[in-house]
């Protein structure tokens, strides 16, 4: 986005997240020391300039991946967030946050939170789709964008890849467990047997698992199949003929390129909030946060110099 001065810091939340990192209590989570170091490794590799928990201050804008656990030293910065990924489907709190958004802790459901804080000025959400199910889950509709998001508006492009093997059934594992919530992996790995069918089989592991359990668990139900834990997980969606998954992300991909899809959200609804294909999210986002800057600062962003916290 041109004409601004852009600051970049990997996620953090209030105080009292911040005294969780500290105890070593959220690695399971983009706040942790885990994600934290990768997040930092990658803004340094590209030279991006880097300002530690938005220290510094004095912003006119802060764009967020969520409010469903916001800066406590930002808080009355202007922001836009733009939609990370899937939401989680409503669990036991949700009644209760979706009653009192503004006193019950949102993350007690996770993502399915996202979009009701109301502090923001405009929510870049993935689709259509995305955006009727924001607006029935209580977010203000004039604030509501349906732009794309980045890394999901061109699955198209992963079908150039050189991973080697193609034909196969791809499994998807989630971290689910890591993220304290119920799971019966046993269950999963034989669904995945059965769809198999005897065809090659391959399971990718979440980056945030367990590696060492999870080869167990497979090898011990599924000893011939193979088990990768890191590897071009879009590029392996490309290349299969059949995608087995849970509540992951990665299902879009396989639709969007036109694979058979076993996902435990229904298929027609995953069809409904399918992110837009429409390799411009990244350019539509920065043409919000303009507008939103041109609201704030009273200027155009694009002759003078804004300062905005990613």
Partial sequence: MSGVDA?????????LGLLLREL??????????????????????????????????????????????LPSNLSRTPMVVVQ???VDPPNWAWPLVRQFPQHAPRWLCGTTATGLSGKYERFCVASRGYRDLFIARGARPERVVATGIPNFDDFAAFQKNDFPRHGYVLVCTSDTRETFKSHDRDAFIRRACDIAGGRELIFKLHPNERVARARREIESLAPQATVLSEGPT??????????????SSVAFAGLALGKEVHSSWPIGELRRLLPEQNRSAARRIAAVCQEVLAKVTGRSVSSQSAEVAA
């Fill in 7 to 15: 600051f970049f810091t990997p996620f953090y939340g209030s105080r």
């Fill in 24 to 69: 070593g209590l959220l690695e399971s989570t983009i706040a942790g020391h885990k994600l934290r170091i990768r997040c930092l490794r990658y803004l340094n590799r590209h030279r991006l300039d880097v300002d530690l928990d938005g220290r510094a201050g004095g912003y006119d804008l802060v764009v967020n991946c969520t409010d469903v656990l």
């Fill in 84 to 86: 990370e990924g899937m």
């Fill in 234 to 247: 879009e590029a392996m969606i490309a290349n299969c003929a059949v995608l087995v998954t849970e509540w």
